[in-house]
């Protein structure tokens, strides 16, 4: 497969084919996308949470942020890699925001970056410095207090209508492409038809021009909570328990490691002496 790029994805908009996009945050994760033919691979703040434990996303540091896109970059060379702006990184002034998007970049890699918010004047200026940049509204985690926490927006009129001019002025910006998370199901088709590039959507409905889920939460790997939208294609974290308790059990009992796992070429006679 070529390399994945904003002009292949405004092409599947065009004709109307969907768009994958999962995160991965490491090597082998990001191998086993590659492998999948997944168009797009968020390496996505919700690392923070997932890979290191934290409560929420906000303690992320670009550093960190920058340490995992790098072997996501080496495993998926066909997919768009996406590096996320962490919290801090963009809110102080526009040129904080060029130079956080410069390190992700340089450092990190990836092909583009992605930040949240309905902020065309920062999308606009990260742009002209020669940066793509994908919009991230509606349900904005790292913000989600200001929203009055996870709940879904753009549930009136009012509300509905000031997602759709985010939406309208990230294009005008130079936003290539906007995530829309967790709005009402006919909010999400009518951004998508509002803007001509895509719209990917999480918790945003069937319409969208495609979507986006956590790797850990589709294939179980994650139990702290498990947001509605997610539909979990595997349980792989009960198998690797599954896994690592057999093996637990064989250690105790003398069953594994089993000849076939050893390596010969001296006998016990052979060291008696030493």
Do not use: W
């Amino acid at each position: 497969m070529a390399k994945v790029t904003i002009q292949k994805l405004k092409e599947m908009k065009q004709k109307g084919e969907k768009i994958s996009m999962v995160t991965a945050y490491d090597y082998a994760q990001a191998v086993l996308v590659e492998k999948s033919g997944i168009e797009i691979i968020l390496v996505g703040d919700s690392l923070a949470m997932t890979m290191l434990g934290n409560e929420g996303t906000v303690q992320l540091t670009t550093d960190e942020m920058i340490a995992h896109i790098k072997p996501v970059v080496k495993g998926a060379p066909t997919p768009m890699i996406v590096g996320d702006m962490v919290f801090g990184s963009y809110n102080e002034s526009i040129s904080q925001a060029i130079r956080s998007a410069n390190r992700l970049m340089k450092e990190g890699g990836c092909d583009v970056i992605k930040l949240e918010g309905g902020r065309p004047e920062v999308v606009s200026a990260i742009v002209e410095a020669g940066i793509p940049v994908q919009g991230h509204i509606g349900l904005t985690p790292q913000t989600a207090s200001m929203l009055g926490g996870f709940k879904v927006q753009g549930k009136s009129l009012e509300a509905a209508q000031r997602i759709i001019d985010e939406a309208k002025a990230l294009e005008e910006a130079g936003a290539f492409s906007i995530v829309v998370e967790c709005v009402p199901e006919e909010l999400g088709r009518a951004i998508t038809e509002a803007v001509s590039i895509p719209i990917i959507g999480i918790g945003a409905g069937r319409y969208c021009d495609g979507q986006v889920l956590v790797f850990h939460d589709m294939l179980g790997l994650f139990d702290k909570f498990l947001p509605k939208f997610v539909k979990q294609y595997a349980q792989i974290g009960d198998e690797i328990v599954k896994s690592l308790s057999t093996y637990k059990e064989e250690v105790r009992q003398g069953a594994f490691p089993e000849e076939k796992h050893t390596f010969g070429g001296l006998s016990r006679e052979d060291l008696k002496d030493l």
